[in-house]
């Protein structure tokens, strides 16, 4: 569900827009966790079907465990959480930075300004091969500010454009505009040239 509008700028463009592929995102956010489930729900599952065979009120007890509620949470929690988090998962690329809605409950929005990107990476992964007929794939781009701190010092946190159509098309028109938008940020219309014989010259690495 589309709700750009309740962010974007007076005259800010919308140059590309688009929403994940619901099975490489429900699958890539809750498959590892769903079968940990099962595997936990598993083992549960043995002393309470041994006690349901001898007629002991002990299985009725494994219902009341924490362990019972943490199985059935990971077995349907994250497939839950996945499906609602999909319907309100949308990107854009406009003029100005590059806009990723989420959230479930509330909407929430992470920006990414073109002067403040660093890099940026394409991933076409195991559930895009599979689910996407390798036609889908993730953008990460990473910002001077995109770090979270741990014990062990900070750690990049890269916002994620996730399993979208053609990521290769996308990537390549994101590094095009972020780049053509720094290039009016550090040099401006006004100031450049009409003529710039060193930005298109030959580089041989091999010259001396």
């Keep these: 569900m589309r709700e750009l509008d309740k962010i974007l700028n007076t005259n800010e463009k919308v140059f590309w827009e688009g929403a994940p592929s619901f099975w490489p995102f429900f699958l890539g956010r809750s498959l590892g966790v769903t079968i940990f489930g099962i595997f936990w729900m598993g083992f549960l599952m043995i002393p309470i079907v041994a006690s349901l065979a001898s007629g002991s009120p002990f299985a009725f007890f494994i219902f009341l465990t924490p362990h019972f509620w943490i199985g059935l949470f990971m077995l349907f929690g994250p497939s839950i959480y996945s499906a609602l988090v999909f319907k309100h998962t949308y990107y854009a690329i406009t003029d100005k930075r590059v806009i990723i809605q989420k959230g479930w409950i509330g909407r929430d929005f992470e920006i990414a300004d ?67 938008v720094k290039t009016d940020i550090e040099y401006p219309n006004q100031l450049r040239p009409s003529e710039n014989p060193g930005y298109q010259s030959d580089y041989d690495p091999n010259k001396k």
């Design 114 to 180: 073109f002067d403040q990107i660093t890099n940026t990476e394409v991933n076409v992964g195991l559930f895009d091969k599979l689910f996407g007929n390798g036609n889908t794939g993730s953008i990460l781009i990473s910002t001077a500010g995109s770090f979270t701190q741990t014990k062990r010092g900070p750690v990049s946190k890269p916002y994620v454009i996730s399993n979208v159509f053609n990521p290769y098309e996308v990537f390549k028109f994101l590094k095009q505009v972020s780049h053509d």
